[in-house]
């Protein structure tokens, strides 16, 4: 009997191994699971259950101590470049680029260029806003290989004003309001923009992501979007990227890029048991999961009939696009990672600070109640709120929810681009620029 039991036991643990490694093998080998429902509200990303155990990184030689955490918590060097044309993007296959509409400064958008660059982006079509358009900063980014800055001229908007998305009835509820509701307004109309432009380059996809964000193509050997996206089947148009948000331990943190490496995990690369027992530690005080956005990020093939479908998507006047989504690549999103952006926020929206004011403002509460603090507080006082809603300082919360997964540390963005700063890649561009800004406009190259 009791043999007969031992067979019975031994049997079902090879059964259990056998299943494990088949899983290991599926998700080494096809890092993107399809998405099989697309149909999905805006702000609510589907629940989706990947498999665990993998190593999204196995192809690098890390160093540090070992962890009984995912593997992406390891420490990797990233001491050299791939490819003989980095510069230029040459014979790259596939041709991905990206848009953003941005206000930021060199000291900001030169490491997001050229750490995209590293992981396989060569082409950059910029929208530049506020510090971002001024002249040194034009020409300083216009002087980089693939990279094209298009500041927002009356010819940009005469263009975009008789466009074919200018008059589509969802875009129109969100015209002649202020603050994050116009901005959602020009991104669309640049992403459409973006779209003439990479055509015209000879772009096979295109994402629109924002540059205090960054991708992480977990899930590749060479940590390239470029090989994540070669593995795309032909059949699909879009590559759906969860977001993954910062989670910052300090307040005095100055460089996000190289100072933050801990993210809170998108709830579609969860466990659905480990997001329910730990729900009240992961939402740190705030009323919802995320701080801002929850729906990631997305990349499209560049083809007929492509067009924006807000910030976060693209979409086709002719077909309904094929989505997958990935089930360990993401976006990492920076927001709120440094204290001044409480103030800087603030700044750029001229809004009254009351509760109707922040409503037609603002789309998310986070935003409308970081709008309130930062215009009604003390310095004092906005530093309180922003340690009690923003910053993780409790190490043993942290520890606890790093080794549940709902936390995770990621260095890989921070080796790159620290050790592209030592090479001296960012050094000839954060100096300024020639006074004379270009006297050919990048507007022409749109060619409706």
Known sequence: MVGRDFLRYFCAFIILVSVGLLALKLQLTNPITPDTNRLRPVWVPIRRWPPVGADPLSGFVG???????????????????RDPEYENGSGLDPKICITTTTSAGLEQIVPWIFYHKFVGISNFFLFGEGQAASPEVYNALNSIPGVILINRTQELVKQQSSSRIWNEPWLTPFFNKPCTYELFVRQTLNMESAIVMARNAGMDWIIHIDTDELMHPAGTREYSVRKLLSAVPRDVDTVIFPNYESAVEREDVKEPFTEVTMFKKNLNHLPGESYLANSKEAYHGNP??????GNGKSAARVQDYLRPSGAHR?????KTPMEIESNQAA?????YAKFSDLTSRRNRCGCEPTAQGTDKCFMLDFDKNAFLIASKG?????????REHVVWADKEVNEDLLDKGILTRIYTPKHIIQDLRKSGYFTSFMTPAEETVRSTSSVDKLNY
């Open 331 to 335: 976006v990492l999103h920076y927001t």
């Open 378 to 386: 003390t310095e004092e006082e906005m530093l309180k709120w922003y």
């Open 63 to 81: 160093f540090g101590t070992k962890s009984s955490r995912p593997v992406d918590a390891q420490t990797v060097p990233f001491p050299y470049f």
């Open 314 to 318: 693209w979409d086709n006047y002719m």
């Open 288 to 293: 919802y999961y995320f701080l801002t956005y």
